[in-house]
């Protein structure tokens, strides 16, 4: 496996093109509920692939997974083609912390291959973009300093309240109205959107810091 240690929060431009983008989505302080994974497969197009961890969630997209199987499932991609795992803050890391006491060798590999985004964007954005840089962390204002468009509808700012909504819902065992299909399927854009656009600003940070 390539020595990873010494740039835990770096990517070269040949690691940024071939990692793996994920992006848990849950409400604060609660277990998430949809893990999104940006992947390029073998011969086809770059996707996201969604699963929902929460059983509550079953059925809402096309496949439900144990987080833990969910992580190992990203841990045995990235081990088999030796790529980087990338997310947005440390939230997802902490996310996957919760199974040291179960699968402690399944979170140190997590741990030796994360990458922390933000702190890879702010390290561009201070070396090459410090008159327009974002004064804030948030993925959005990087996504917007590199001209990433994402429709309003499935921005952020409502991911806890449709979650709140939804899982009372499941939990009746009432089947989701039109508008909370609606909200359901903007959050999983949301998320895909979130996946995508990550990628888009490791890319193009990479190209920009190796440039001649």
Same mark, same amino acid.
């Given at each position: 496996m390539t020595d990873l240690g010494r740039r835990v929060n770096r #990517?070269?431009?040949? $690691?940024? #093109?071939?990692?793996? &983008?994920?992006?848990?989505?849950g409400r604060i302080d609660e277990p998430p509920v949809l893990l999104g994974v940006h992947r390029r497969g073998r011969g086809a197009q770059p996707y996201v692939q969604q699963d929902v961890v929460d059983p509550t969630f079953e059925g809402l997209v096309p496949r439900y997974m144990p987080l833990r199987d969910a992580v190992a499932n990203v841990v045995q991609r990235?081990? %088999? @083609?030796?790529r980087r795992i990338v997310a947005w803050s440390e =939230?997802?890391?902490?996310?996957?912390?919760t199974l040291a006491s179960s699968d402690p060798d399944l979170v140190a590999e997590f741990e030796?291959?994360?990458?922390?985004?933000?702190?890879?964007?702010?390290? +561009? @954005?201070?070396?090459? =973009?410090?008159?327009? @840089? *974002?004064?804030?962390g948030r993925l959005a204002d990087y996504l917007a300093l590199i001209? &990433?468009?994402? *429709?309003?509808? &499935?921005? *952020?700012?409502?991911?806890?309240?449709?979650?709140r909504v939804v899982r009372? @819902? #499941? $939990? %009746?065992? #009432? *089947?989701?109205?039109?508008?909370? =299909?609606?909200? +359901?399927h903007n959050l999983v854009e949301h998320n895909r959107h979130d996946c995508a656009g990550m990628r888009a600003v490791c890319l193009r940070a990479t190209r920009e810091l190796e440039a001649p």
């Open positions: #990517l070269t431009a040949a $690691e940024a #093109l071939r990692a793996l &983008y994920i992006d848990f989505e990235a081990v %088999r @083609r030796d =939230h997802e890391l902490t996310v996957v912390r030796t291959r994360f990458v922390n985004a933000l702190a890879f964007a702010k390290y +561009w @954005r201070n070396k090459l =973009h410090a008159g327009d @840089r *974002p004064e804030e001209g &990433y468009r994402v *429709p309003s509808c &499935y921005g *952020p700012g409502n991911v806890g309240e449709t979650i009372a @819902r #499941l $939990e %009746r065992g #009432l *089947p989701l109205t039109d508008g909370q =299909h609606t909200r +359901w």
